[in-house]
Each structure stands twice: as C-alpha cells, then as structure tokens.
T-cell receptor, first 116, second 109 residues
C-alpha cells in the first residue's frame, strides 16, 4: 500500500526553536510538494521539487523556511527560528509530474505544528 | 493573489439531495482542474478531475462541470450522503497544483 509518510505527526515547540519536518514520497514519484493548511489561505503551496531539484519556493518565507531533498526518498522542511504564526498543518504530497496530465498528487497525513 | 477561489466556506445539505460546490479561477492557462476531499486529521485525497478541453466529467455520484468563459467550475454530488461530509478543495494545474481555500460540506439526515 504505497503512501506518503510524514514525521512528526504532531509537534509542540517554543518560539525561536528549530523545527524539521520530514517526508518520504511514494517510491517512483518524481515530484514532491510542501503545502501548509491555514484557515485563511486554505492549502498554500510553499515549495516543490521535481527530480530532487527545487522548482518553486516562492510561497515560503525565505528568511526562516528552507526545503531540501537530500535524496529521492527524503524531503525536509525546516523552520528556524519558529514563530507562533507558523502554527499550522504542513502537508507533503508526491506525484508523477508532467504538465497537462491531470497531475494527481497524493498527500501524507500531515504534520501538526504548534509554536507557543 | 488567490488564483483559485472558493467563496463559500461552508455548505449544509440534506441527505439525498444535491450538493453543489463552486470554484472560480483567474488564470486561463490552467490545463486541468481537480477536486480533493479532506476528512479531519487526514490528508486530502483525490476525487475527480477535468481537462480544460472538456466541459463535463462524471464519476458515479460525482460530476464536475467546467465553464471556461466564466472561469468557473462546480462539483455536483447526487445524491448526497452523510459520508460525504468533509472539506472539499478545488485545485488547478499548470506544472504545479494550486488549491482554493476549501468548502466544508455537511450532509445531515
């Protein structure tokens, strides 16, 4: 049963601390997305990769967020330093990226972050 | 700048009746449009899609309609069931998926 795996599922941290979220995409998928769910913005795209190369990270606050893919089986999203306004659910999703294909992507269960 | 908009944050429908969820977009370059469904504490799951060259796609109780001139799409669920209660996200594709803000559907008996 192929699925996207995210860790941690829940994280409570103090303001100013570093937070790292990890994602294992579905084997064989070449495109990985990071989304953040908030009440006001819905599912907000933070960054995405294709074949491990970053294609777009314009949705991320550059001064504190960073996203990487050290290898094809791991994507990371790091926040340093974290702030209370970063509290949200962070979703990783993966898919087979090709334009015009009805590019269905598959989501993990999310990482619930609370910054106090 | 919200390229994909779902203006109704919530919708309540009686079981057996039709649910209509709406979505508007601004970019005429989108290739595909998709609907995802999300239950609490789970990730969104794919529901149905439509190519920009079509105006209707049907899958069982779910039908998506696309009106390109109005830059509008809608999802019809007939008949609605209590298990359909969830948040529905509309998404539009170029080489990435851009999602709307979601509509919470509640189907009551």
């Amino acid at each position: 049963d192929a699925r996207v795996t995210q860790t941690p599922r829940h994280k409570v941290t103090e303001m100013g601390q570093e937070v790292t979220m990890r994602c294992q995409p579905i084997l064989g998928h070449n495109t990985v997305f990071w989304y953040r769910q908030t009440m006001m913005q819905g599912l907000e795209l933070l960054a995405y990769f294709r074949n491990r190369a970053p294609l777009d990270d314009s949705g991320m606050p550059k001064d504190r967020f960073s996203a990487e893919m050290p290898d094809a089986t791991l994507a990371t999203l790091k926040i340093q330093p974290s702030e209370p306004r970063d509290s949200a659910v962070y979703f990783c999703a993966s898919g087979l990226g090709h334009r015009g294909g009805g590019n269905t992507i598959y989501f993990g269960e999310g990482s619930w972050l609370t910054v106090v | 700048d919200q390229q994909v908009k779902q203006n109704s944050p919530s919708l309540s429908v009686q079981e057996g009746r039709i649910s209509i969820l709406n979505c508007d977009y601004t970019n005429s370059m989108f290739d595909y449009f998709l609907w995802y469904k999300k239950y609490p504490a789970e990730g969104p799951t794919f529901l149905i899609s439509i190519s920009s060259i079509k105006d209707k796609n049907e899958d069982g109780r779910f039908t998506v309609f696309l009106n390109k001139s109005a830059k509008h799409l809608s999802l019809h669920i007939v008949p609605s069931q209590p298990g359909d209660s969830a948040v529905y996200f509309c998404a539009a594709e170029t080489d990435k998926l851009i999602f709307g803000t979601g509509t919470r559907l509640q189907v009551f008996p």
